[in-house]
Each structure stands twice: as C-alpha cells, then as structure tokens.
C-alpha cells in the first residue's frame, strides 16, 4: 500500500470513446503528478498540479484533459486517443517544500507513485 | 539540456552477491537532487534512496547505497546480498534547476534479474 491509488488498473478503450483515469492520494501531500510510460522510453512527465494548480503542461496532447479538483484527486480524462497512446499511466504525489509552486533541485521529498493504469488503445 | 543515461537495459546477479546498477547524468548545475526508484511487475514506482549533489558521504539505505562520483557525473546503485525480491526494473531519476525545476527526470531503466 503506497498511499496513492489509481483506477482503474487496466482500460482497453476505442479511439471514439471518452474515459477516465483517476487518481487519489492518502498522504496529504500538496503535488501530484501524471506520468506516461511507454515501452522502451524514459518516464515521461505531463502534468504538475501544485496546491490544485497546474504548473507544468510538458507538451501534452489535448486529447489528455487533468483536473484536479483538491489537493487529494487527479484526473486523466482522455478523448479521441491514438494507439501510440497505448501505455502505463502513473499517478505520483510529494510534498513540497517552500512556497506555494516553488521547489529546489535539492528538494529531497521523494514522489510517492499509484501501480497505474496501463491503457490500451484499439 | 539534462539527460540521464542507464546503459544497461538488463542484469543478472546471483542471489545473495552484490550488484551495481550503473547511472551517468549530463548537466551543467551545480544544484541536482538523485534518486533511484524500483519499479517490480505490479507496476508502482517505488522510492530507494536520495543524494544531493552537494552531499559529501554516499547515501545508505539498508541493502542500498548510492556510489556518488560528482567529478565522472555518476551515481551507481548498489545492491548488496541480492535477494529473489529484488528481481524489477530500477531507474535512476534526477531534479534540476531551470525551466523544470524540482521535477523528477527518469533514465530509460534496468531490469535486473535475481538468480536462485
């Protein structure tokens, strides 16, 4: 039990299909994260949401919508999806030290990662 | 721009002996944070150990410690008395300063293997 859990664990969706991928953490943490992972590539980060707000955007599709609607819960809404799409989809969450958005290089907080949703796209 | 790089893609070891998971990093800060995390087949990443670059002794947790040579740009994992469980894929990840700062930057991982 790492104290972040996602759902649902798997997903097989067709590229019409609307769905959803969530995310909550237990740990009261103040950041949460979506990453993507794809065989054979590194982590890939999307979205950075620091006190509900996003921070970061990496790039990401608009086909991929997050919400976060409080500091607990994560959201991955997904829309007209591609089979490159097809991954593992990790949710993780950290407190940050400093102000609200701020972080160090040295910050030492680890992130603390959900087991995934791993998504296929048909 | 910063780049972490595993060149092992897989590794054996033989249960109970000591393994190093090998790391190199690229970046012109002086300020970064190390991180190495496993992943096992359930699929969550799990948080090993942390360095700071300006830490003068390498880190220890338990079975593992960080082998941190700032000068070469390395942070090896080592793995001391392999057990069956410590079979998953590891991946060294990195905090930077700049446009990113204080997020997690991962190399494309090992898959270590644990010989009975």
């Known amino acids: 039990e790492t104290g972040v859990t996602q759902t649902p664990r798997h997903l097989v969706m067709g590229m019409t299909n609307k769905k959803s991928l969530k995310c909550e953490q237990h740990?009261?943490?103040?950041?949460m994260y979506w990453y993507k992972q794809s065989a054979k590539k590194p982590l890939e980060l999307m979205f950075v949401?620091?006190?509900?707000?996003?921070?970061e955007n990496n790039s990401v599709p608009s086909r991929f919508s997050p919400e976060c609607p409080n500091s607990s819960h994560l959201f991955l809404h997904l829309h007209t999806l591609q089979p490159e799409d097809s991954a593992l989809y990790l949710c993780?969450?950290?407190?940050?030290?400093?102000?609200?958005?701020?972080?160090?290089?040295?910050?030492?907080?680890?992130?603390?990662f959900g087991q995934g949703t791993r998504l296929t796209v048909v | 721009a910063q780049k972490i790089t595993q060149t092992q893609p897989g590794m054996f070891v033989q249960e109970k002996e000591a393994v190093t998971l090998d790391c190199t990093y690229d970046?012109?800060?002086?300020?970064?944070?190390l991180f190495w995390y496993k992943q096992p087949s359930s699929g969550e990443m799990i948080f090993l150990i942390y360095?700071?670059?300006?830490?003068?002794q390498n880190a220890t947790e338990g079975r593992y410690s960080l082998n941190f040579q700032k000068a070469r740009k390395s942070a090896n994992l080592v793995i001391s008395a392999s057990q069956l469980g410590d079979s998953a894929m590891y991946f060294c990840?990195?905090?930077f300063g700049g446009g990113s700062q204080g997020n997690l930057i991962f190399g494309k991982g090992t898959k270590l293997s644990v010989k009975p």
């Open positions: 993780a969450s950290s407190q940050e030290a400093g102000d609200r958005g701020v972080r160090t290089p040295l910050d030492s907080s680890e992130a603390f």
């Open positions: 740990l009261g943490h103040n950041a």
């Open positions: 949401y620091n006190f509900k707000e996003q921070t």
């Open positions: 970046t012109s800060d002086q300020s970064y944070g």
């Open positions: 360095q700071g670059s300006y830490d003068e």
């Open positions: 990840a990195m905090r």
